[in-house]
C-alpha cells in the first residue's frame, strides 16, 4: 500500500519539479499536460485483473512497451510534442523505478 501511494504521489510531483524548472513561466500548463499524459494507463484496462499491485507495467501493457517508449524518445525532437513526450518517458521511469521497488 505504502509503495502505491509513493508511486501515484510522484506522477503528480516529478512533472511538477521538471515542468517548474524547465518552463518556469508556463510551468502549470506543462505540468498539466504532463499529469495528462497519465492517459496512457487506460491500456490497464486490457488486462486481467486491470490492477495488479505485483504486476510491473513495464513490457506487460501497450503503451508500456519497449517499442513505444521508442516513439516517446522520438517525441522529444520536436518542439511541438516534446511537453508530451517528456511526460511520458517520466511516467515510463516512474513505472520502472516502481518495478525495481517489487523486486526489494
Known amino acids: 500500500m505504502f509503495r502505491s501511494i509513493v508511486h501515484i504521489v510522484l506522477h503528480f510531483a516529478v512533472p511538477g519539479v521538471v515542468a517548474r524548472m524547465k518552463y518556469r513561466d508556463k510551468w502549470l500548463n506543462t505540468w498539466m499536460v504532463m499529469v495528462a499524459t497519465m492517459v496512457i494507463d487506460l491500456d490497464h484496462l486490457l488486462a486481467d485483473p486491470i490492477y495488479d499491485p505485483n504486476r510491473c507495467s513495464i513490457g506487460f501493457h501497450p503503451l508500456h512497451s ?10 522529444m525532437f520536436s518542439a511541438r510534442t516534446r511537453v508530451i513526450g517528456a511526460g511520458l518517458l517520466i511516467h515510463l521511469g516512474l513505472d520502472l ?8
Do not use: E, H
Open 66 to 75: 519497449y517499442p513505444a517508449a521508442v516513439i516517446y524518445v522520438l517525441m
Open 97 to 104: 523505478i516502481d518495478c525495481a521497488w517489487m523486486s526489494f
